[in-house]
């Protein structure tokens, strides 16, 4: 058994690295770097200027990062005492982030063009916004109470899209095994996926209270659909499976947690 004393306020997120290194972030508007044995970080990031909500190491572990109260998201490795990226477009502060699992492929570079004098920060289509970059870099999504998702190349430092659809705060986001599709569950009770690759909202669904977690898991055949009921006679999440095709041996699976205390399980094919 060992504590870690040091930070000065509450920690609010934690994330291993490897069996022995692990992150956390915290309302002192720190990340400590923690390995297990030592008495003293082995690495402190300093730079948010508000409470950090969470963090997360990129897939190779070369990258952390966090996203804070101060609208920020910044990125961090080990080898710089300041951030490498530090992405400030969300207008309200930033929930979490998430990396996607795979290196974005070529072949999905995007061939839209911004209308004349259209602004990326303002454009309110309920899809996306379009900065006129191709993606080859690391992928990262960040969630925020302004109602956003937003996609950013770490690489490019340059945001991708501003994903539009939810009313109130998001709170979760997900991304498929493939790095195609990104789930997002908001506050408005509702789970959005989307077609990283075009933009466009692929599915929508709704439920009976507020969506703090969406969660992948792929499936090899269709499990049965488990949804909880929220009072008397009523689903707590309304499942339209027109596009699932039950004959198909590969399916997406999403985990929805509700506010309720509930989980429902959503069978997709996507793919």
């Known amino acids: ?36 044995g030592y008495t003293k ?6 730079g948010h200027e508000g409470e950090i909500n969470a963090i997360r190491y990129d897939p ?12 920020s998201i910044k990125v961090w490795t080990m080898s710089e005492d300041t951030p490498i ?30 209308k004349k004098g259209e602004d990326d920060n303002e454009r309110s289509e309920p899809e996306c916004d379009y900065v006129g970059v191709e993606w080859k870099g690391q992928l990262l999504a960040s969630a925020s109470f302004d109602a956003t998702v937003r996609l950013w190349d770490v690489a490019a430092d340059t945001c991708l899209r501003c994903l539009k659809a939810h009313q109130d705060p998001v709170f979760s986001v997900s991304f498929t095994d493939s790095g195609r599709y990104l789930a997002s569950g908001s506050y408005d009770h509702r789970v959005c996926i989307w077609d990283l690759q075009t933009g466009k909202l692929r599915n929508e669904y709704r439920g009976q209270s507020t969506i703090f977690e969406v969660a992948w898991k792929r499936k090899k055949k269709l499990p049965e659909v488990k949804s909880s009921t929220g009072g008397e006679g009523e689903d707590d999440v309304d499942i339209k499976m027109k ?3 039950e004959e198909e041996a590969q399916m997406d699976h999403l985990l929805v947690c509700f506010a309720t205390a509930k989980v429902v399980t959503i069978p997709l094919k996507l793919e």
């Open 60 to 71: 190779t572990g070369t990258l952390l990062a966090s996203c804070s109260e101060d609208l």
């Open 85 to 114: 990226r530090d992405f400030r477009l969300h207008k309200s502060e930033t929930y979490t982030v998430a990396w996607c699992p795979i290196q974005v492929p070529d072949d999905w570079a995007i061939k839209e063009k911004k």
């Open 243 to 245: 596009d699932v095709d």
């Open 1 to 36: 058994k060992q504590q870690f004393p040091f930070h000065e306020k509450w920690v609010l997120d934690v994330v291993w690295l490897d069996d022995d290194t692990f992150a956390t972030g915290s309302a002192d508007c720190k990340i400590h770097v923690c390995k297990v």
């Open 41 to 46: 970080p082995v690495k402190t990031f300093e």
